[in-house]
């Protein structure tokens, strides 16, 4: 490369400069983390462990759940049609009858812990050392109970299609928008019960106010947006939560996450969007939290405190969550499936034709 003058040559030195150091950085960090997550491994306590029968291209989904007996049957059927393998979750501290709904679960490899959920970095320390131990070389999923994965295709290409498709170009991971979904009325008119089809209730979302940054450090999408940060955070909308996450990895027992799934290091494993600004496939993680059993979960929440970092900011959403409020607007938009969120840009297919 030539340089104009001293100055362009000194800027750019400059600039390299300031990159190797954010990588040495981000290097210390996802070793912190990884030897946290060795730390917390004695929080858990195996229950059924079943990965002797996991074969070695079997893609496999991580999760952390509590009190979820009522979401569960849909999202254990749902990621079995689409192709998932083995599923290993970790337990924390249920009373709704979640542990023994998972016992008898065959392709379930379970764990209980009743340690803090908010003290295990909402669980990922948890996480990541059973993914350490197991999940190396594998396509792995990382979802919360409440978050349903869809792409382009995912109706006619299980899994299995899409990570080879990844594979074949050069993709290690793969990038989602998370979708609130949510009901017209008040969300306790709409009942549920363990097994149905979430989005027969939850059938809108909204379409156009999503806000979209990158993070300078670890180079991921910061997307603000949606129904949480119209009715909730409508005051101070850099506190809504952020939606994009990148849920499925190629795994390495020395990669971890840093925040969830929003965020994950080595930090290449966040661009999940084209640097250039064309378009990358993407798919959607449609998000049932606002099932009818929110109204009650949100009362114990907020008394838990375990779900965000500095809970007490948080107490209004939970309080409006209690008063059971109607998320509908003149401007949500009804859900009809992955070809109209592509329309609307909130996936893409690339050139996964």
Known sequence: ?????????????????????????????????????LRKRHQLTEVMNRMKQVQPEDILLFATVRNEAVRLPYFLDHYRKLGVGHFVIIENDSTDGTRALLEQQQDVSLWRTSHSYRLSRFGMDWLTYLQMKYAHKHWCLTVDADEILIYPHHDTRPLPALVNWLEGHGRQSFG???????????????????????????????????????????????????VRARCFFADRPRRAPTMGKVP????????????????????????????QGGEMISGALLHTKFLNVVVQKSEEEKCRQEHFANSVLYDAYYDTL????????????????????????????????
């Open 322 to 353: 209690i008063r059971d409020p109607d998320l509908w607007c003149a401007s949500s938009a009804r859900y009809r499936g992955w070809r109209q969120l592509e329309a609307m840009g909130l996936m893409s297919k690339g050139n996964w034709i």
């Open 1 to 37: 490369m030539k340089y104009n003058n001293k100055a362009d040559a000194m800027s750019n030195g400059q600039s390299g400069l300031k990159r190797a150091v954010m990588a040495y950085r981000l290097r210390w960090k996802r070793r912190r983390l990884l030897l946290r997550a």
């Open 248 to 275: 499925l990895v190629k795994w390495n027992r020395r990669y971890a996450y840093v925040s969830s799934s929003h965020s994950i290091l080595p930090r290449r494993l966040n661009h999940v969007y084209d640097m």
């Open 176 to 226: 989602t928008l998370m979708l609130d979904m949510y009901p017209k009325g008040r969300l306790s008119e709409h009942l549920y019960e363990a097994g149905d089809d979430p989005f027969a209730n939850l059938c809108w979302f909204d379409a156009g106010n999503y806000m979209i940054s990158q993070k300078q450090d670890l180079e991921n999408l910061w997307i603000q947006g949606g």
